[in-house]
């Protein structure tokens, strides 16, 4: 049996979700705070646009939060604030395994 995802999830990050852009810039919504499980690697990906970018930080959280974590996103991480690149949901139907993978600039 799996661990459920809430016992790796020990880490609280802060998120304002890009809701799109006006005459003055990006606009985003309130802040919510969500538990992730983030893991510092920096890899070189591609984001939602098909550019290669590097990412310093994946967060792993619910696939639930898919609709938070969209491209260009503020996401508030302990020491720095980071950039939605990419969210990939990984579901195969059991709660325990399914999650959302989230990388970050």
Known sequence: M???????QLT?????TKTGSGA????????????????????LVRDATGEQVVSETTLYADVAD??????????????RTARVLLAKRHVIGDPDVDHLEVTLT
């Open 66 to 79: 898919a609709a938070v974590f969209t491209p260009d996103s503020k996401v508030a991480l302990p020491g």
């Open 24 to 43: 003055n810039g990006d606009i985003f919504g309130a802040s919510v705070d969500r538990d992730v499980f983030l893991e510092d690697s920096r890899k």
């Open 12 to 16: 609280t990050v802060t998120v304002r």
């Open 2 to 8: 799996f661990a459920a995802a809430e016992d790796f």
